[in-house]
């Protein structure tokens, strides 16, 4: 399992460059899309690691041809030229009646499916690759149908899940749906995120993927016992957070997560290295 | 639609929420004490944190939490179908020109917002474009928004008071885009989106 950092603009930059330098990172994330206009040999010039995309604001579900298609032309300038570890966008509402929402909307997975399905084969088609869409931290009851639907995605589509594991487990927290339901999505994509979660303000408290602070026991034992569905030849988990930037509390989940998959690699991908190695 | 409570176990799916989602007036359909009420409010907070985080002075004019101000902007909003683009702050100076609190803004604030909703603009936009430039009827500085155009730098933005003033936009602000990392000769201005 590669151990990444998502990447969105330059304020932490130095840090994630020190990260790399000191071999806690094995690739970086980049939030593609804030880099639209950087030179693509500046960018390969930056991150001496491999590199993964995460799309934020393509809207693709809602946003018109004309606007994926130029926007895709420019993503894949910066696909040709720095071959990441994969692509990956979201499965959200990003407006209402036309109004932004600043909190993004989880799609309705039954009423949606037939449009969804059709602006997914659209997308991945103009982004000329497999397309690894993000599942949404439900807070209402559409995490129970969620899981279902990514399945049935997948398969009709080719596209594949970039499986958010805290964000699964903030939908088990609000509205019950088990971790268990994820098995069969776990099992068919090599990319995750994860990252802390809060508690809403007010109460009752449900749980919101705030990226905000250290990874919870809970997130980290879904992977423990999850382990080898989620570890495989390939596979990356991204590590996400966006605010209370803290050096040692970041290495710090680093470990956490390499605690997880210590040794996954030699035991699993590589067995010609030596008999006990871990 | 199934509204919930503790004892109404209905299953509800967020998009039977959206419509409030943007409505910050008193809630009177959907029970205080349930998951949907929450998750209303989160997305309420989110409005507010774009607001307030970004022009913290709002809370002085509008002490303590700046409700009086959010409240009656999103409602406003509705009725001229504004969209919350790049644009919302300047659009929340607009209802605040015709608000109880128009003796309480000044040049300080009116730049403030500007440069909040060109740096929205810098974060937000996808399109080709590389900078934007922003004007004001009412001030003689201009504000410009730069993407990042460095894989360590960040979007960035700019005060000019320019020593040959552009024409001020007809309308109260004004905006046009720069196709590259250099300001370009004047081509005129745009009216803000809505």
């Given at each position: 399992m590669l151990v990444g950092l998502n990447f969105t603009l330059g304020g932490t930059h130095e840090m994630v460059q020190r990260l790399v330098d000191e071999g806690h990172l094995d690739y970086c994330?980049?939030?593609?899309?804030?880099?639209?206009?950087?030179?693509?040999?500046?960018?390969?010039r930056h991150f001496k690691c491999p590199i993964g995309f995460h799309v934020m604001f393509s809207k693709y579900l809602e946003s018109d041809l004309d606007f994926l298609q130029d926007l895709a032309k420019r993503l894949r300038v910066l696909i040709d030229a720095l071959r990441p570890l994969y692509v990956s966008d979201h499965m959200a509402y990003f407006t209402h009646r036309g109004r932004r929402l600043y909190h993004l909307g989880e799609i309705d997975y039954d009423a949606d499916y037939d449009w969804v399905r059709r602006k997914v084969d659209i997308w991945q088609d103009l982004l000329g690759q497999k397309l690894f869409i993000e599942n949404y931290p439900s807070i209402m009851d559409g995490g129970w149908e969620a899981?279902?639907?990514?399945?049935?995605?997948?398969?009709?589509?080719?596209?594949?899940?970039?499986?958010?594991?805290?964000?699964?487990?903030?939908?088990?927290?609000?509205?019950?749906?088990?971790?268990?339901?994820?098995?069969?999505v776990i099992a068919s994509t090599p990319h995750f995120h994860i990252a802390g979660y809060n508690r809403t303000i007010i109460e009752p408290h449900f749980t919101v993927d705030s990226h905000d602070g250290d990874l919870a026991q809970d997130t980290l034992a879904f992977l423990k016992r999850r382990r080898s569905?989620?570890?495989?030849?390939?596979?990356?988990?991204?590590?996400?957070?966006?605010?209370?930037?803290?050096?040692?509390?970041?290495?710090?989940?680093?470990?956490?997560?390499?605690?997880?998959?210590?040794?996954?690699k030699e035991e699993i991908h590589a067995p010609h290295v030596a008999v006990g190695a871990c | 639609m199934h509204l919930t409570s503790p004892s109404e176990p209905a299953r509800i799916v967020d998009k039977e929420l959206f419509d409030w989602l943007t409505d910050l007036r008193p809630q009177t359909q959907i029970p205080r004490q349930s998951r949907a009420f929450v998750r209303i409010d989160v997305c309420h907070r989110a409005y507010w944190h774009a607001l307030f985080d970004i022009c913290p002075q709002l809370l002085k004019i509008a002490a303590p939490d700046g409700l009086a101000i959010l409240r009656p902007f999103m409602t406003w909003a509705e009725t001229q179908n504004l969209t919350f683009d790049w644009s919302f702050y300047l659009w929340v100076y607009e209802w605040l020109k015709q608000s109880e609190f128009q003796d309480r803004i000044d040049n300080d604030l009116l730049i403030t917002m500007m440069g909040a909703s060109a740096a929205r603009w810098g974060?937000?936009?996808?399109?080709?474009?590389?900078?934007?430039?922003?004007a004001s009827a009412e001030a003689s500085e201009i504000v410009v928004a730069w993407k990042c155009r460095t894989a360590s730098g960040r979007r960035e933005i700019e005060i000019i008071d320019l020593e040959e003033p552009l024409p001020p936009p007809e309308e109260s602000f004004g905006f046009f885009t720069l196709p590259s990392f250099e300001l370009a000769p004047f081509p005129g201005w745009r009216n803000i989106p809505r």
């Open positions: 994330e980049l939030l593609i899309d804030n880099f639209l206009q950087v030179p693509p040999d500046d960018l390969a899981p279902a639907f990514f399945e049935r995605l997948t398969r009709d589509t080719g596209a594949g899940v970039l499986f958010d594991a805290s964000n699964a487990v903030c939908a088990f927290r609000n509205c019950g749906a088990p971790l268990e339901l994820w098995d069969n569905l989620f570890d495989k030849p390939g596979a990356t988990i991204t590590y996400e957070r966006d605010h209370n930037i803290d050096y040692d509390a970041i290495v710090a989940d680093l470990a956490r997560l390499r605690a997880v998959f210590s040794c996954s | 974060n937000y936009d996808r399109t080709p474009a590389c900078g934007l430039v922003l």
